[in-house]
């Protein structure tokens, strides 16, 4: 059983360069997250998505953006990546609204 | 605003009891969640309180007040394999997770 796999692992990236963050679960939950985790600070919700074809905004979105096509895949794109966007990334799904969350393994990403 | 506060570091020996306390101010409640995060690990479930009152899983109990804003997640028998950090999560009126920075707890031998 997979669950909820993120892809990559880790990531060093030059500013102003494209970058996608997989996710992919095989769970078939409707709801999915992406998060970011600072040192010191709470999780971070950037964008979600209640539900296959629906996005919506979390506290953080500026520079992001999602997509959400089918059930299963939910990638993370940041148009033009800066050094304040260094962070843990961590895709999360569930299978419903106020239902407990499982969350990928997570991806490291530097913007140098 | 919405805030969420937990201690940030906590110490404990092996073998002892431990309570994280957890309070919150949010827009609204629809439930207060605990996960456990290892260092360099992804977040795991721990616990669910909606209603008042303390849910036991095996050596780990969550408590709930709803009026007080306050909640506790009771760990006993500490174990080395315990050292983690503890996440406390309220979910608000619009069903978005809103998430405390974590408490760090070390267990000693």
């Known amino acids: 059983i997979a669950g909820i796999t993120q892809a990559p692992t880790s990531q060093i990236l030059a500013a102003g360069r494209r970058m996608t963050l997989r996710c992919t679960q095989d769970?078939?939950?409707?709801?999915m997250y992406w998060y970011r985790q600072d040192l010191g600070l709470g999780l971070r919700l950037i964008h979600y998505s209640n539900t296959a074809g629906t996005t919506g905004k979390g506290e953080v979105p500026d520079g992001y953006s999602v997509s959400r096509a089918n059930t299963d895949d939910f990638p993370l794109t940041l148009a033009s990546a800066v050094p304040s966007q260094t962070s843990v990334y961590f895709c999360a799904s569930s299978a419903g609204t106020n239902t407990e969350a499982f969350f990928g393994q997570g991806t490291r990403l530097t913007v140098v | 605003g919405q805030n969420i506060d937990q201690p940030t570091e906590m110490t404990a020996t092996e073998g002892a009891i431990v309570q994280i306390n957890c309070t919150y101010q949010t827009s609204g409640f629809n439930g207060l969640f605990w996960y456990q995060q290892h260092a360099g690990e992804a977040p795991t479930f721990l616990s669910y309180?909606?209603l008042d009152g303390l849910e036991e899983k095996g050596r780990f109990s969550s408590f709930l007040s709803r009026s007080k804003g306050y909640s506790y997640l009771l760990l006993k028998e500490l174990q080395m394999k315990d050292s983690a950090s503890y996440l406390c999560a309220v979910m608000d009126s619009n069903y978005q997770l809103i998430w405390g920075a974590g408490t760090k707890l070390i267990i000693k031998p």
């Open positions: 309180n909606v």
């Open positions: 769970m078939r939950h409707n709801a």
